[in-house]
């Protein structure tokens, strides 16, 4: 199979075409009709060995390669639209890339999002995806947090770096199967927020996804508001699966506060915004709980509640230490 | 130095402001206004070991995978206006980082181009780059060539391949040093046709960038458009360094069919545009050559005038042969 029959092969299984796209995969480049509002654009790379194993299952490859893009247009309150691929890969081999591809659609469908362009080459297994979304209104910045906001997270935090530690045989396997697979299915394939940022656009007042830990992306949020913030560790929503495949409270406590890989919401939001986002919640079946407040302080700081240190981040850092 | 510190510091060389850049790099994504007219968007990487050697000037990297990506708006006859990059290096070399964003820069300014996204990660070296241009009016794609079509190429082909052959010695080296450093230089340096290909957009019926080689993208131009094309070899621009290094008529002709890694446009236009795109060629001091013409036959058959045997295609092909 030649370059060009393996980029045919994937347009086929990915390119789920939108009225707003005029030319898709095929020509130089794609031509797409914005419309009405602005864009939003980010590109996220991950590389074999760093961000996955080399055995992992190329249909969850082909679903988080995806979701941790869709997720950043999420934390910018943007609809998904477009993406590019760009795909680097020792050899061809079609049934690694029909897996890569199912595991891709499965998700691309459920937002409406249309592959328009892609590049492939030969070298170490690697995927960038660069995603294109439209906002109508308003802009959701990890710089809007304001004093006095509350603090809330969606979903539960926690489940993929357990389900890492599960992988890595860093946890003891005591606990029943559903519950170990559950986690490891949270890092597989982790659940872009993309109706929760939507709706966030109008209500909240800052946002960032949680890819790198839940601390070190709250840091990431107030720095860029220039504000501190306290959060309750008791508040912080875990999932009954990580309660028992994690019994022990530090363990955790660490898993939730730097695992990362969650790619849930951290948000911001006034107070008088408490009533439409437990709506919200509850209309969406996503869980968003708040779990402490914006306050003033050295930008960046996070204290918890009844500590008397702050809170240190120690979360992904891809050239740090970890 | 950790990743947001390199983050930081390529956005500080490379985000010459645009104001339709609404948010660049540093929060989840990047917010843009489109404004009028339709969106044009590519994605192309390099790797190491693949599409650049391990000792190439990072500079001249910077340079080029930016250049490509232009390449393919210019194609369509799009005007740039943001790009996102997604790079993969083993460690952090502030060094190399320098150089690299001077090169980028270097070319970005020429085309008003903001660097509004990028993502790092530690890994075997390459580089992703998504570029995003507009069109106001009309669509320059591969399908629109129309039998009776004059058949053109910009600047002069074969150059590139002609430098890549000298680099790795296949070339006798007998040549003057400033002769053999301006092919290199074409092919570390390609100058995409962004003027070129904004000119087009109103005057040509199709186009492809040469980046494959010659005979291979015309033969994507022609299977896009259903038609044939016969091409004058002596028609074919050379340039007058490609003439002094490689004397041997056969070897020169190899090159500039099947070399690649112009980034030259090739394109169709109706007869009547002849005067326009010489007059346009004149102004702009980019040579546009015609080397032949679109006719009906077998979709993709390339012919050359007065031999019995159609031209074969032997371009680049990251999965097959080469």
Redo the contacts between chains.
Sequence with gaps: ????E?IRQLAEGLDDRRDDT??GI?????????GEG????????M?????FFPDCDPADLGWKALAVNLS??A??G?QPR?A???L?LP??DQQWLRRFVTGWRELAQTVGLQL?????????R?V?V????S?LSG?L???GARIGDDLYVSGYIGDAAAGLALLQQRLAQQAREAERCHLISRLHRPQPRTATGLFLADHASA???VSDGLLADLGHLLR?SGAAATIDLDALPVSDPLKTVVPDDATRERLILNGGDDYELLFCAAPNQRAVIASHAEISSVPLTRIGRVHAGEPGLVRAEGRSQPLLAQGW????EC
């Design positions: 199979m030649t370059e060009f393996l005029l030319v095929g020509d130089d480049a794609a031509i797409v009709r914005p602005d864009l939003v654009t980010a590109v996220d790379s590389v074999e060995g760093v961000h950043d247009l934390a910018m943007a477009w590019l691929l760009a680097t050899q061809v328009i362009g892609g590049d492939t080459c030969r070298g170490p690697a960038s660069t995603v294109i979304g906002v802009r910045l990890r710089s946002a960032i996804d860029a850092d891809h050239f740090g």
